[in-house]
């Protein structure tokens, strides 16, 4: 299958970024390149560092961008100080994190991401480590209740959790299709009729299965050290457990005196490190919406180094 994926807010991406064309910038999530192409595309003697976990993205990206002076490192991006590290590269102008699971992913069968269609339960964007159906028959009750209760906000993940661990006991989980209805037959009919109740739990499990979470705490705090003054970070997240960590993140950057309020004078010192471009966080125009349905959750926020 064609590696292919709409860059979403690809626009305002790169206002967002504010790109120097002698600059060093850093798009922690290349997939089908589409804005890694972009940046590079505004530079003249500045540097793209283009990083994806996913092998498959990392070769899609690298066709796209051939030509451009672009160096490919296929690595989770929460090894972006390493990266750079490696490179000679101290400080960097701007970093780019889109994240969740690219179209390919979830359109490509044998990945294992989505629930409609039948595959065997995988959800690796590295192919590699823990894999959903290790989650799906290797966790106990309270932990599979537990990440798909925190990670999916599902308010049946008991239900969801209990009916897992009683039908694994006849035979493995092995397929999305065979955890897709399990997960239906847990919740009431009202919400089966009203939507598809399967993307909560999904979504849980591959956040777990890939420590999207973890990951992104860390690359938030790497990536703000790497930046230059009047550098930029930019994030577009998918769900409100990445906004929610993404926005709690860049306010704690902004964020200067800490001391209590009955002090009558500063004794802690801290001072802003940081300033943010949005208040609130950018969304699709109806256009791309309707262009690119997948984009309607996408949220993007900016802050830029002090």
């Known amino acids: 299958m064609k590696f292919s994926h709409l860059p979403v ?38 540097k793209l560092i283009a990083i994806d976990r996913d092998p498959d993205a990392i070769k899609a990206a690298g066709e796209r961008l051939y030509g451009t002076g672009a160096k ?3 690595s989770n991006y929460c090894e972006m100080d390493r990266i ?3 490179l000679g590269i101290e ?3 701007g970093v780019l994190l889109d994240l969740g699971v690219s179209s390919y992913q979830l359109d490509n069968r044998e990945r294992g991401f989505s629930y409609h269609d039948d595959a ?16 799906v028959n290797g ?12 990670y999916g906000e599902e308010r049946y993940a008991k239900n969801i959790a209990s009916n897992i661990v009683k039908l694994r006991e006849s035979k493995p989980i092995e397929s999305t ?10 919740v009431p009919q009202k919400v089966r ?28 705090d790497k990536a703000f050290e790497l930046l230059l003054p009047k550098g930029r970070l930019c994030i577009i997240t998918f769900h409100s457990l990445e906004d929610r960590l993404t926005k709690q993140k860049f306010a704690g950057f902004c964020q200067g005196c800490t001391c209590p309020p009955e002090f009558p004078v500063c004794v802690c010192g801290k001072k802003p490190r940081g300033r943010l471009i949005t208040k609130k966080p950018i969304e699709p125009s109806e256009e791309e919406q309707r262009i690119n349905p997948r984009s309607r959750s996408a949220k993007l926020r900016v802050i830029e180094k002090i």
């Open 9 to 46: 807010l690809l626009d305002e991406c790169m206002t967002g970024l504010n790109i120097d064309p002698e600059g060093i910038y850093i798009d922690g999530t290349a997939g089908g390149g589409g804005h890694s192409l972009e940046i590079a595309r505004r530079l003249t003697t500045g």
């Open 72 to 74: 490919l490192v296929n």
């Open 84 to 86: 750079t590290r490696e």
């Open 91 to 93: 400080g960097v102008n």
């Open 120 to 135: 065997p339960l995988d959800m690796r964007m590295s192919k590699e480590g823990i894999s959903a159906k290790d989650v």
């Open 139 to 150: 966790y106990s009750y309270e932990e599979l209740s537990r990440i798909i209760f925190e």
């Open 177 to 186: 299709a065979e955890l897709a209805e399990i997960i239906k037959e847990s």
């Open 193 to 220: 009729r009203e939507k598809n109740p399967c993307r909560k739990t999904f979504q849980a499990i591959r956040i777990e299965v890939n420590n999207e979470l973890g990951s992104l705490s860390e690359a938030i």
